[in-house]
Nanobody, 119 residues
Framework: QVQLVESGGGLVQAGGSLRLSCAASGSGFSINVMGWYRQAPGKQRELVATIASGGSTNYADAVKGRFTISRDNAKNTVYLQMNSLKPEDTAVYYC?????????????WGQGTQVTVSS
């Protein structure tokens, strides 16, 4: 079994920065794509950014130029550096990972971490 544990959320003023981390733990697995999603109150969960094992990235238009996704493959950890935060970035942020164990592939989610940006 694989677990994803997020950290780094909190309360920040508009214009500030936060760095989220998400570490995958377990044994006998490999990870391809890792990503961050967010869900604001009353809204659907939406893509923030993804990163493949080779390093290629994809960002939602709303965060391009402000957020940076990165990963440490040796630590099975993905990061999200969030700069120039806006009140509309307030949401619960979830990480996910496509995990291969043997011949099977499954999508795992973290428990979420709250990010609140005050105006």
């Amino acid at each position: 079994q694989v677990q994803l544990v997020e950290s780094g959320g909190g309360l920040v003023q508009a214009g500030g920065s936060l760095r989220l981390s998400c570490a995958a733990s377990g044994s006998g697995f490999s990870i391809n794509v890792m990503g961050w999603y967010r869900q604001a109150p009353g809204k659907q969960r939406e893509l923030v950014a993804t990163i493949a094992s080779g390093g290629s990235t994809n960002y939602a238009d709303a965060v391009k130029g402000r957020f940076t996704i990165s990963r440490d493959n040796a630590k099975n950890t993905v990061y999200l550096q969030m700069n120039s935060l806006k009140p509309e970035d307030t949401a619960v942020y979830y990480c996910n990972s496509w995990v291969r164990m043997g011949v099977s592939v499954a999508l795992y989610w973290g428990q979420g971490t709250q990010v609140t940006v005050s105006s």
